[in-house]
């Protein structure tokens, strides 16, 4: 398990360094630079913006240098934003992203397992039939329309919700919701069928023959084998709740990495793009390694075969 | 090939149960892949949500190609004067604030979508089965480097890819393709050497090397219409992706330039009417990529479903 956790590291550190470089030179492969729109400027003081920025030193340079900086944790300075230390920026909008995909995973992890195992157990037709049709909802209605409909109805209709930007908690509800439905949506299906699967399994009957009440039969063993596919996507789901929040975070108006990074695209701003991408590829390889490990966690299989595929 | 021969002391049975039953499937031997595919078929038949999701999907194609030539309207033809009009006898789906018809805007969007989403699907099929079946069926170390290759691109977030590409190779209909196919192919080369690895090694394919049929004929009767399944199933669920993240991107202001009409940029432009009232201008786009992405996904679970039942879910 340890040298497995090792090489992961190893290849997550790897994918790291092949996104930086990658962007880097696509980066510096557009033509002109950011400053060529800037007409008004003079041509001494395009050099000296661009020796303040460094982009007067040759390709590699930069790159060493970039990543020198990486090592050190420093992100460089923003060209166009007001506040130009790119540090600065992630540490005050990292904050508020985190908050809402916290939320958004955790309504669709707790939402999604609980509706699929009610579902799966088959007491309500009611239920699986609610868990089908946000299925349905979930898998055909893209995020950015979610939104849109949710701001119409609870913010512009209804009246009981803020209609964007960010503060107290009921800022929080429609961006988390409209998020969370989709991997909400996925999880419940998911979870269904991998409990159905689970308790039509013999360990279940031979439980139950044991005498050991229905509830621990059901959350003890069956959802705890149930479990396993639900923590695989978990890496995929959390990515899909990272790249979500590009769009969700403009739609509301949150001031958080998402809406900077959309921001910085738009600007050509190519050292906060550069920041963006490793900030992000940062979170999601963090991610896929810890789900990776919390699978061998909980699969002891995993550890001994020292794989999971 | 040699057949087991009879034992010469048993009991012949009687000859009329080697005639086939009147009522019997008619199916020889060399029939079998046709009656694969009819029972696939069959199965996928009795999908509801699969069917319905084949129909809309039929019905957006002639829309797609037919829909723009219904109305005497361009999709970028502007008429200040007709601006914001509600659904109507001359403007089916209403104007926008251009005085634009949305029926002609939202078939031309139907057109990019389903172009970008079929292309996009399509680009994807072609690199992923070429880099993952040399990679697959070469094996060793060129296999190894070749999947190392993929596993390390493979970690980068397909929307954050996509959109560094797109600010590279600057807006544009093929522009967004190319950024989609360009990570689009990882995971259907992964699928693809999956299944070549797979059925490499099953014995029905060994048996038939070790009777002497040749490569190319094991190929085309064993490994590809066996792996033929999976694959069409990742294909029929790329369209919707391709076709969400053109949206996403045109949402953003990424994708198609304008004034060509994306439901993306339709849904985008038509925000200010949460406020302002004009809401069908947000619903027709709206609406209609909620459609397509259920029709395609409905369609994909079902042949999903239908090509493999034990995977049902």
Request: net charge positive.
């Amino acid at each position: 398990m340890g040298a497995y956790l090792v090489r992961r590291l190893l290849t997550s550190i790897l994918t790291l360094w092949v996104i930086i470089t990658l962007t880097f030179v696509l980066m510096h492969a557009i033509p002109g630079d950011p400053f060529i729109s800037e007409a008004r400027v003079s041509p001494q003081a395009l050099d000296n913006l661009r020796r303040f920025y460094g982009l007067d030193q040759p390709l590699p340079v930069q790159y060493v240098r970039y990543l020198a900086n990486l090592a050190r944790l420093d992100l460089g300075r923003s060209i166009r934003s007001e506040v130009r230390n790119i540090n600065q920026m992630i540490a005050d909008g990292l904050p508020i992203s985190a908050l809402l995909g916290a939320e958004a995973l955790i309504l669709a992890v707790v939402g999604g397992v609980t509706l699929g195992v009610l579902a799966a157990l088959g007491h309500n037709r009611l239920l699986d039939h609610v868990s089908i049709g946000l299925a349905i909802v979930g898998i055909s209605v893209p995020s950015f329309i979610l939104a849109t409909l949710l701001i119409t109805i609870f913010a512009v209709k209804l009246g009981i919700l803020p209609v964007s930007t960010w503060g107290t908690w009921q800022h929080t509800v429609m961006p988390a919701f409209a998020l969370g439905l989709a991997p909400l949506a996925y999880l419940a299906r998911l979870t269904r069928s991998s409990m159905l699967e689970e308790l039509g399994q013999d360990y279940v009957k031979a439980a139950i023959a044991r005498g050991l009440s229905r509830w621990r039969v059901i959350l003890g063993h069956a959802l705890r084998n149930a479990l396993l596919p639900v923590v695989t996507v978990l890496g995929p789901i959390t990515a899909g709740i990272l790249t979500g929040s590009f769009i969700i975070e403009n739609i509301f108006g949150i001031p958080g990495i998402g809406k900077i990074f959309v921001l910085s695209i738009s600007d050509r701003d190519y050292p906060l793009i550069l920041s963006g991408a490793v900030v992000y590829s940062v979170l999601l390889l963090l991610t896929n390694f810890l789900v990776d490990a919390a699978y061998g966690v909980i699969d002891p299989r995993i550890r001994v075969l020292g794989k999971t595929r | 090939m040699s057949h087991p021969q009879p034992v010469e002391h048993a009991q012949q049975p009687p000859a009329e149960l080697f005639r086939p039953r009147a009522d019997a499937p008619a199916r020889g031997v060399s029939a079998a892949p046709a009656g694969r595919g009819r029972d696939v078929v069959r199965r996928l038949r009795q999908n509801r949500l699969a069917v319905l999701g084949f129909w809309i999907i039929a019905a957006l194609v002639v829309m797609a190609i037919v829909g723009p030539f219904l109305v005497p309207y361009a999709y970028d033809e502007q008429n200040l004067l007709e601006g914001n009009e509600p659904p109507s006898a001359r403007h089916w789906f209403g104007t926008d604030d251009f005085g634009r018809d949305v029926f002609a805007r939202t078939w031309t969007g139907a057109r990019i979508s389903l172009f970008v989403g079929f292309t996009a699907a399509f680009l994807d099929l072609v690199i992923g089965v070429i880099y993952g079946g040399t990679s697959g069926y070469t094996g060793g170390t060129t296999d190894d480097v070749m999947m190392r290759v993929v596993d390390l691109l493979y970690g980068v977030p397909h929307l954050l890819s996509t959109v560094l590409l797109m600010v590279v190779l600057g807006p544009g209909l093929f522009t967004i393709i190319l950024a989609m196919v360009a990570t689009g192919w990882l995971g259907m080369a992964r699928l693809v050497r999956g299944q070549v690895l797979q059925l490499r090694e099953l014995e029905y394919v060994q048996a038939a090397h070790a009777l002497g049929v040749p490569s190319r004929r094991v190929l085309g009767r064993h490994l590809i219409p066996n792996a033929m399944g999976p694959i069409l199933v990742n294909l029929t669920l790329t369209v919707p992706a391709a076709i969400f993240t053109e949206a996403a991107l045109s949402f953003l202001g990424l994708g198609v330039p304008l004034p060509l009409a994306s439901w993306g940029t339709m849904t985008a432009e038509a925000l200010v009417t949460i406020l302002t009232g004009q809401t069908w201008r947000l619903f027709f786009p709206a609406f209609f990529i909620s459609l397509t992405m259920f029709a395609f996904n409905a369609f994909g679970d079902g042949l999903r479903d239908a090509l493999d039942p034990r995977l049902k879910r």
